[in-house]
């Protein structure tokens, strides 16, 4: 149906985007000035581009070999073995295929009647035709091996990959360069699977001149050097193109990801009503516009340089062919080779140059795939020693004192200290409060006391044992945390409360969820969804659900409670809250208090004042501590925020509203 509007019919599609004026398209406006190495991006590509040489590629080659090696072996013996076994056999096939032909061709081609003739050959000629049936049932055998190392060997890759990533330290993710590593290692996985492949595409190959190679040795040692001479400006050329659509991916690597992050922004569904609501579309569409067609413009010249590689490689090696077939008439000429022997010389060296062309194609993509899988590589090198060593110390369980002494903590490649020298101390049976500006540092120490981070310099102790010495693991063990940031899992209510503590699903069933749900008013949501705790919050698929930003916090808190542990973290845990199921999750967590140790970060000040013990944060340091009464008895941040935060509960006459900061905190005490 056409939409209209008042003034006619709407046109159903856009205008073609068209090029808006350089100074809109300004990458630093656009995207932000990148740190010094982004500038000059990939330097550590550019250094693998100047290593991609032909004397490199030969150096390099055993490496490669091996490394694909090692990967087969590792995702298939069983399938690695019978693929090499099958691969020299059918060469061997091969080769006695084509001296089959020279038989044939002999007996044919003697002197005498034909029928005597074609009887004598007839051996030979059943040989041939065995010799290619045989090839045939070994080729499709091999292809059968394939498929199935492929997918192999895919497992083995991305299977260690994540189990790096969840098992890494959780600060290593803070640095942009291991994430944006992780992402180059990810896409470079897919490529131990083509790796592998070119590598049995190589030994086919190498198998295959072998065969033609030792055919033709035989017939004249002259003929050997010469194909492999004929083949050397193709094998030439294809390097050449190869490196040059190498070098252009290295180098556009950038905008092709500025690209990408466009292309997911616009079809994202957590983007699209800012988008309508903003007016967004037509800059983004204008700004990938922009960027594809200077993408469709560096393809083009890849394009030509490659064609003309093409072109000379093709034009050359054609000579070259045709020295070769004019030396095989004046070995014929000479009479130093027979006519027979000539006709198998065509046929082996047919076989040979389409071996070796397939085998210099597959070794520039095997490079190319090698370069690639040096991504993953690397990065597995890398996360392999950010996995914290196991301890053989366990945290003490249920510990009566938590105690962060001088804790400083800088984020990785940021100058600015977050926590610059930070004592806290949390007991069993209390709940302490941390409050404080927007990124006073809050939850960072959080993070530290959850066990997550480790400090730069200072202590985290647990009864007086300094967890610097304990297995991480064994305090986590002990800790329940709604984090600022929770993640909504894409999978099923109860799940998504499980989650918590998985090991207590598995061993007290099903309905366990149950109580932390209605503890936190989950259960409210959840019994009105559809399947109830069946139901799939995997919002971005068909069949799952939504909720909204309450209704998911909710959640979250229950997952913390189903953890059930003796110390609990949370962190602002009710931001998105209506007021009742906030009232609610207080007196929860000041009835858990009773007999854990609970920390409480929240900006809304009402319900810290029953905490036992307030720090206020400000800058990485404690500005000041104590508790709701002290801490409004002399100014300062806190007598600040929560004056500021009770005087719009109350109905003032705006004449008479005296300025924020000011001392009202005594009148004010009760802001809800
Ligand atoms: N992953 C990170 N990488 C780099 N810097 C960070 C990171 N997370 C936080 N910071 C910085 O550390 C400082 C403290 O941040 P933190 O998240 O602890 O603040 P907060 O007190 O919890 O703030 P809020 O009230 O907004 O939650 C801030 O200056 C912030 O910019
Ligand atoms: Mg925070």
Redesign the pocket.
């Known amino acids: 149906m056409e939409r209209t509007s008042e003034n006619g019919p709407v046109p159903a599609q856009r205008k073609a985007p068209s090029a808006p004026p350089a100074a809109e398209h300004d990458p630093v406006l656009t995207y932000g000035k990148e740190d010094d190495d982004r500038v000059r991006p990939w330097s550590r590509h550019d250094r693998t581009m100047a290593e991609t040489g032909v004397r490199t590629l030969a150096r390099r080659l055993p490496g490669l070999l091996r490394l694909a090696w090692s990967l087969a072996w590792e995702a298939d013996r069983a399938g690695l073995v019978v693929m090499v076994v099958l691969r020299v056999f059918a060469g061997v096939v091969e080769a006695a295929g084509l001296l089959a032909v020279a038989g044939a061709l002999t007996a044919v081609l003697r002197d005498g009647p034909t029928p005597q003739r074609l009887r004598e050959a007839l051996p030979a000629l059943v040989l041939v035709v065995a010799a290619e049936v045989l090839r045939s049932g070994l080729a499709a055998a091999t292809n059968l091996v394939r498929v199935r190392l492929g997918p192999r060997v895919d497992r083995v890759c991305l299977v260690r990959l994540l189990d790096l990533a969840t098992r890494t330290s959780i600060m290593a993710f ?1 640095d942009p360069r291991f994430v944006d590593d992780l992402d180059a290692a990810e896409r470079g996985a897919a490529s131990g699977r083509q790796l592998v492949d070119n590598a049995i595409e190589m030994l086919t190959s190498a198998v295959r001149i072998a065969a033609a190679g030792g055919v033709l040795g035989v017939l004249h040692p002259v003929l050997l050097p010469l194909l492999v001479l004929s083949i050397l400006p193709d094998g030439w050329a294809s390097l050449r193109s190869a490196r040059l659509a190498h070098a252009s991916w290295l180098g556009r690597l950038r905008q092709v990801r500025r690209q990408y992050m466009l292309r997911y922004h616009m079809t994202a569904r957590e983007c699209a009503a800012e988008i309508r609501s903003f007016g967004l579309g037509r800059f983004l569409l204008d700004e990938y516009t922009i960027l594809a067609r200077e993408q469709e413009a560096e393809q083009v010249r890849v394009g030509r340089g490659q064609a003309r590689y093409r072109l000379t490689g093709e034009a050359v090696s054609g000579l070259a062919l045709g020295v070769v077939y004019g030396t095989l008439i004046l070995l014929l000429n000479a009479g130093v080779m027979p006519l027979a022997a000539g006709g198998t010389a065509v046929l082996a060296i047919r076989t040979g140059r389409s071996a070796l062309a397939q085998a210099l194609t597959t070794l520039n993509t095997a490079y190319e795939n090698f370069l690639y899988f040096g991504e993953y590589r690397a990065w597995i090198a890398q996360a392999g020693g950010l996995v914290p060593a196991p301890r053989e110390q366990v945290a003490p369980a249920r510990p009566v004192v938590v105690r962060a002494e001088n804790v400083v903590y800088t ?1 990785p490649r ?1 100058d600015t200290p ?1 926590l610059r020298g930070v004592t806290v101390e949390l007991r069993r049976g209390e709940v302490v409060a941390f409050v ?1 500006v ?7 120490l959080a993070k530290i006391l959850a066990g997550l981070y480790e400090p730069d310099t200072g202590t985290v102790s647990w009864d007086g044992v300094d967890l610097a010495g304990v297995d991480p693991d064994s305090v986590r063990e002990n800790i329940s945390v709604i984090p ?1 940031d929770y993640t909504q899992w894409p999978m099923s209510a109860r799940l998504n409360i499980a989650v918590g503590r998985i090991s207590r699903l598995l061993a007290d069933g099903p309905d366990s969820v149950i109580p932390a749900a209605r503890a936190t008013e989950a259960a409210e949501v959840i019994e009105k969804l559809p399947h109830g705790y069946d139901t799939s919050l995997a919002r971005q698929y068909n069949s799952g659900h939504d909720l909204s930003g309450g209704q998911w916090q909710r959640i979250a808190c229950a997952r913390a409670v189903y953890r059930d542990a003796p110390v609990l973290i949370a962190d ?1 845990p009710s931001a998105a809250l209506d007021a009742r199921a906030e009232q609610t999750l207080f007196t929860l967590i000041r009835e858990l208090g009773r007999d854990r140790t609970v920390l409480l970060i929240t ?1 809304r000040l009402a319900s810290v004042r029953t905490a036992d013990r307030i720090y206020v ?1 400000d800058g990485g340091l404690v500005a000041d501590q104590g508790n709701h009464a002290e801490l409004m008895s002399r100014p300062g941040i806190y007598r600040e925020l929560f004056t500021l935060q009770a005087s719009q509960y109350v109905d003032t006459d705006p004449a008479d509203a005296e300025p924020a900061g000011t001392d009202r905190g005594d009148v004010l005490d009760a802001p809800r």
Do not use: P, R
């Not at 927007?438 to 939850?443: F, L, T």
């Open positions: 803070d984020y940021t977050a404080g927007n990124g006073s540092g809050k939850s960072t600022q602002e900006h944060l």
